[in-house]
């Protein structure tokens, strides 16, 4: 099992460019969520998917938008990238009945200049 | 507001000794409390975690205490290892939200 993967890793954008940032899990977990991690910010959360086909605003939403795709997968969209959105993102799933915890993928470090 | 606060940046606790972290909340709401351990460039791991109906909870070197009147958490590393080096996060569960502290980070020295 992989478990939670990202992609891409790194990423560098100009203001004003958009992209998406793909997220996907093997685990079968009902819940996904993406985070981005700033220096003396800690995790925020962005946006959750309790379950496949909802989603819901998190701490931090605005200037992106989220598609639940299927239960596997929860992508992240950037639409006009700017320079505050200069972060490390993480996405996280977690399954029903295993205690809340959830699992990360190793994150996405985006840059936008 | 931060609704989870790690007071403490940084910690530092010689190899074979206790360390301690803590960690306070606002919402007397939360009615879950995890930790994770995060190494640089990867994300982070669960520890262990508590429910807001316990006090206290094990798991071989690592214990965490919940005192819901103080609002307060704290986890115990005994005994303390090299390989625990790394940044901590407490973590509270709100409704279907998580609300994360900013980390400590843990160094013990060999």
């Known amino acids: 099992n992989a478990g939670v993967t990202q992609t891409p890793k790194f990423q560098v954008l100009k203001t004003g460019q958009s992209m998406t940032l793909q997220c996907a899990q093997d685990m079968n977990h009902n819940s996904m969520y993406w985070y981005r991690q700033d220096p003396g910010m800690g995790l925020r959360l962005i946006y959750y998917?309790?379950?496949?086909?909802?989603?819901d605003k998190g701490e931090v939403p605005n200037g992106y938008n989220v598609s639940r795709l299927n239960k596997r997968e929860f992508s992240l969209r950037l639409e006009s990238a700017a320079p505050s959105q200069t972060s490390v993102y993480f996405c996280?799933?977690?399954?029903?009945?295993?205690?809340?915890?959830?699992?990360f993928g190793p994150g996405t470090r985006l840059t936008v200049t | 507001d931060q609704q989870v606060k790690q007071n403490s940046p940084s910690l530092s606790v010689q190899e074979g000794r206790i360390s301690i972290l803590n960690c306070d909340y606002t919402n007397s709401m939360f009615d879950y409390f995890l930790w994770y351990k995060k190494y640089p460039a990867e994300g982070p791991t669960f520890l262990i975690s508590i429910s807001s109906i316990k006090d206290k909870n094990e798991d071989g070197r690592f214990t965490v205490f919940l005192n819901k009147s103080a609002k307060h958490l704290s986890l115990h590393i005994v005994p303390s290892q090299p390989g625990d080096s790394a940044v901590y996060f407490c973590?509270?569960?709100?409704?279907?939200?998580?609300?994360f502290g900013t980390g400590t980070s843990l160094t013990v020295i060999p």
């Open positions: 996280a799933s977690t399954g029903r009945g295993q205690g809340y915890e959830q699992y």
């Open positions: 973590a509270a569960k709100g409704g279907n939200q998580f609300y």
């Open positions: 998917s309790a379950s496949e086909g909802t989603t």
